[in-house]
């Protein structure tokens, strides 16, 4: 019900919203002083659903680069916070109040804006008035029931939390039917099934007076030139086709809607699962693969709205045609019922053979897309190196095992055409040949034969389509699988684990007994690691190339997990703790540094999303970044990251990076190793000054083998290939014998 004001009075509730809506409009909606009424009315909805909710989870549900949202993107904001929508058309006084609250549209010209929202709080019947929030005046008031009659009917949203475990995808709800994901996804539009199946089974009914027609007219009208009989039919005839032509036009537009429906759902379900997988699924797969995941399921969706759901939706519907033809023809049905065989005979044996066809040619494809990715990566390398020979051979080897596997791929695809239609024309002979014997025989009308060569066609034409279809069956099957494993797979978010929420994070940081092993085969990375961070301290991790310096800070972030061991932040084991808050509050700089497609501002407010613009400035001025992007031709508003436009600099990178960090000021601080190119000079120097500034002030863990930066550690950690870490005071490392590749200060 109406959470906020219960506890709120209006006025209260009014500045609460108008607070939300301020904050909000600082981070996306910042460009405009007057925010559009739908912006109000989603801070309304939220603090009445949500009295709680977090700026930062409404941020990032928020539609990204867009300023002025609509219904659509409304709608689509809220399913992204977890609330499904309902709408209905009524006025507003006769709502449920189980509806409560909710979002009313009118086309009323009672209002300043057309098309007005409101968002409907309570309704009293006893006091025969509402409690709304005008979006417009930005204020809750009182609504009369009189009042609210002079708005008209006016379309209203309501939205219900979706909790996983109600929905038909989840594993609890699978458990119990022994569904796949994406069987359990088909499953929540039956209703739309059921409709194209009634829908199937009238147009085959109405389909069969073409042929009954045709066979009344060769031997009612032609043989007894009856004229009035055939205007007596065509009119029949006539209105079924137009029946026919209505029921196909809906079935196709069901069809599509199903398409484009499971498109969205699947597609922004498998990116999004994706994207919360666990580093370690991630990692092992190449970009190419990753985008094929994501791809997959437009076999699915080809599939849906293409010939081959059409065709097996008849196929049912073929045994109506097999009782008329037995029915007007007697023992002829038995051709059709003997091809019929044949076909599936065809369809189950070519099938084995193009399943095992179709994965050699997805291997092959996918061999000549990673060396086309590899290549394009270091093709300055195969340039230096004199290759360019050596890799078009290579090249010419993968795409010419490729192209053989798509040629006999194609081949028996050919085939499986070639034999469906040979049976086709096979069945158009025999019951010619039988049914003229059986016309001279005079068990069989001139009409009764024609009817049946139609019928027969529509009896084979279904199991045609599905044996030359048998190429796309196969990628249609890969595709449901490959989605299907990759949703059984849980992601963070799913995994069994009660978490705790950090409220606050204080920046202490300890690794206990720590081993870490990539995979099975692999040897540990190091073992009994021990590491002591406390809040406001200087830790510098220090080790060759490849000893884990950067694997330790992914620990520390939860992206890894360790194979013995504990991490601890706070004192909290991270298992513990939900890792989306523990990273949010941890400001980390990469070794390499990127940017998203978008304006400088935007990519600032991924550190801090209520960040303003004097906030930004003075960031950037203290990473030494200001006057690069003063020069900016739109300053802050200025695009980086678009494709086809010059990179930033490595030294640009760095700084806007480091003013990120500035701006998050996060208690726990993890910072890559840094390139000497970009440490040298004044970058490193700003670094170092926002090292020593922290100081006992947040936790800071830096990767680097440079002398200068371990010089401003409180302890070094030092790590050596496949043996046990030591630790080590700053002073102490002069005495040490191994100092891992250090770096003197410039």
Partial sequence: MTVAIQGLALHEFSRHTEALNDRLASMLWYRYKKQSPLQIAFCAL?????????????????????????????????????????????????????????????????????????????????????????????KARYATFDEAETWGFGEVCTFFALQEDQQTTSKFMRAGTGFTWFRALLSRFNKIFYQVLFAGFFLNLIALTVPIFIMLVYDRVIATQSTETLWYLVPFVVLAICFEWGLRYLRSQNLSWLAARLDSIVGNRVFSHLIQLEPKYIEQASISSQISRVRSFEHVRDFFSGPVFLSMLELPFTILALVIIALIAGPLVWVPIVLAGVYLGLFFVMRRYIRVLIRTAAKASSARQLFSIETLEKIEDIRAYGLEEAWQDKFRQLAGREYLAHFKLNQYGVTAETLGHALTIISAVAVLSFGTG???????????????????????????????MIPRLEQLSGSIAQVNDLMDIENEAQQNVKRARLKKLNGSLSFNEVTLQYTEEQAPVFTHLNLEVAAGEVAVISAPSGCGKSSILKLAQGLYQPTKGAIRVDGFDIRQIDPVDLRRQIAYLPQKPDFFFGTVMENMQLAKPTAKEPEVWQALRMAGAASAVESMPEKLETLIAKPGTPELTPVLKFQLSLARLYLQNAKMVLIDEQPDAVLQGETGKQLKAYIQQSKGQRCIVMASTRRDFIALADQVLLLHLRKQPTQAKPQELEQLQEVPHAEKAE
Avoid at 458 to 468: D, K
């Fill in 438 to 468: 059986l016309i001279w025989s005079g068990d069989m009308t001139v009409g009764a034969l024609v009817a049946t060569m139609i019928l027969v066609w529509r009896v084979l034409t279904p199991l045609y389509s599905l044996c030359t």
């Fill in 46 to 138: 939220m603090l009445t659903l949500e009295p709680n909710c977090k700026i930062r989870r409404l941020y990032d549900a928020l539609p990204y680069r867009t300023l002025r949202v609509n219904m659509v993107e409304f709608k689509n904001t809220m399913a992204h916070l977890g609330y499904g929508s309902h709408q209905l058309e009524t006025l507003a006084p006769q709502i449920d109040q189980r509806l409560l609250p909710c979002l009313f549209v009118t086309e009323s010209d009672t209002f300043e804006w057309p098309n007005q929202p409101l968002v409907i709080l309570k309704i009293d019947e006893a006091k025969k008035r509402l409690t709304i929030y005008d979006c417009v005046k930005e």
